[in-house]
Nanobody, 123 residues
Framework: QVRLVESGGGSVQAGQSLRISCVAS???????MGWFRQAPGQEGEGVAN???????NYAESVKGRFAISRGDGQNTLFLQMNDLKPEDSAMYYC??????????????????WGQGTQVTVSS
């Protein structure tokens, strides 16, 4: 059974940093993964994605502040978030494809999802 489990969310003040993690189990192969977020009452937004070769894409709103990376373990994913802003507050979801192909930063290209981890940034 495939499971995606996020961890590392929390509450910080503006300007601080946070790193969230995701472990995908049960996939058997390295797949493309990404981070998405959704704040209450707002449309979901793709934050960043990365394929097994390390090719990454970022939303314009986080470029230069966030960094996505993969861990040594198969299908382990991190999102280092620096210089956090109140508008970054959201539930952050880890997502995975079932193949290694590159995909747009669009939720419709991802079929596997975690339960989410909350990130709250106060001003």
């Amino acid at each position: 059974q495939v499971r995606l489990v996020e961890s590392g969310g929390g509450s910080v003040q503006a300007g601080q940093s946070l790193r969230i993690s995701c472990v995908a189990s049960g996939l058997g192969v390295s797949v493309s993964m990404g981070w998405f977020r959704q704040a209450p009452g707002q449309e979901g937004e793709g934050v960043a994605n990365i394929d097994p070769n390390g090719n990454a894409n970022y939303a314009e709103s986080v470029k230069g502040r966030f960094a996505i990376s993969r861990g040594d373990g198969q299908n382990t994913l991190f999102l280092q978030m620096n210089d956090l802003k109140p508008e970054d507050s959201a539930m952050y979801y880890c997502a995975a494809r079932t193949d290694s192909g590159r995909a747009p930063l669009n939720k419709h290209f991802y079929s596997l999802w975690g339960q989410g981890t909350q990130v709250t940034v106060s001003s």
